[in-house]
């Protein structure tokens, strides 16, 4: 069945990076676009970026253009998401999703990864 | 970015009553619309694309109807496993965007 198996909780210090990656299953990867979604504790959902799978080609949201990367390994059909300079403002559960095309319509968020806790403390 | 708003913020109401759920966005979005079902601690669940389309394996008692720039998204019969928070999401243009939520629960 269709997955997506992210990586496990962090903490990091302010400044440092992290790496998130969100390991897909049961499906063809290289076809679909996958996306970040993060929700900082008690608070909605904020949209991060998207990648498409086949190409690599990103597009962010301008608040995080400067430290955002995401990026895709088709051999292993993993997606990942590299965040830098890392504040606390940045603790939030970080969750990766799938879109897919049905009938022409695009559909997304039609499956999520689990959510990464990652906490940013000194 | 285009903003999304959602009314009401809460929603309290009885078991088997209908309840609706508003997302207005500050542009025209034409029917590019999702909504979203989020109880705590877990990842959101699809329930609606493009508006009025019911994701697959989700109960026909959710529905959801609009285009433009106002949406609504109805419950027909609230059961208890509805207690959740709901978001909608736009994806017509970038940055996509949610709404703040609701949070509904059971009288």
């Known amino acids: 069945q269709v997955q997506l198996v992210q990586s496990g909780s962090e903490v990091q210090k302010p400044g440092a990076s992290v790496t998130v990656s969100c390991e897909a299953s049961g499906f063809p990867f290289s076809t679909y676009w996958f996306h970040w979604v993060r929700q900082a504790p008690g608070q909605g959902l904020e949209w991060m970026a998207i990648i498409n799978a086949e190409g690599g080609e990103t597009t962010y949201a301008e608040k995080f253009q400067d430290r955002l990367t995401l990026t895709r390994d088709t051999s292993t059909n993993t997606v990942y998401m590299q965040l830098s300079r890392l504040t606390s403002d940045d603790t939030a559960v970080y969750f990766c999703?799938?879109?897919?095309?049905?009938?022409?319509?695009?559909?997304?968020?039609?499956?999520w990864g689990q959510g990464t806790l990652v906490t940013v403390s000194s | 970015d285009i903003q999304l708003t959602q009314s009401p913020s809460t929603l309290s109401a009885s078991v088997g009553d209908r309840i609706t759920i508003t997302c207005r966005a500050s542009q025209r979005i034409n029917t590019w619309l999702a909504w979203y079902r989020q109880e705590p601690g877990k990842a959101p669940n699809l329930l609606i694309y493009a508006a009025s389309n019911l994701e697959r394996g989700v109960p026909p008692r959710f529905s959801g109807s609009g285009s433009g720039t106002q949406f609504t998204l109805t419950i027909s019969s609230l059961q208890p496993d509805d207690i959740a928070t709901y978001y909608c999401q736009q994806y017509n243009s970038y940055p996509w965007t949610f709404g703040p939520g609701t949070r509904v629960d059971i009288k």
């Open positions: 999703a799938r879109d897919r095309v049905t009938n022409g319509l695009l559909i997304t968020g039609d499956s």
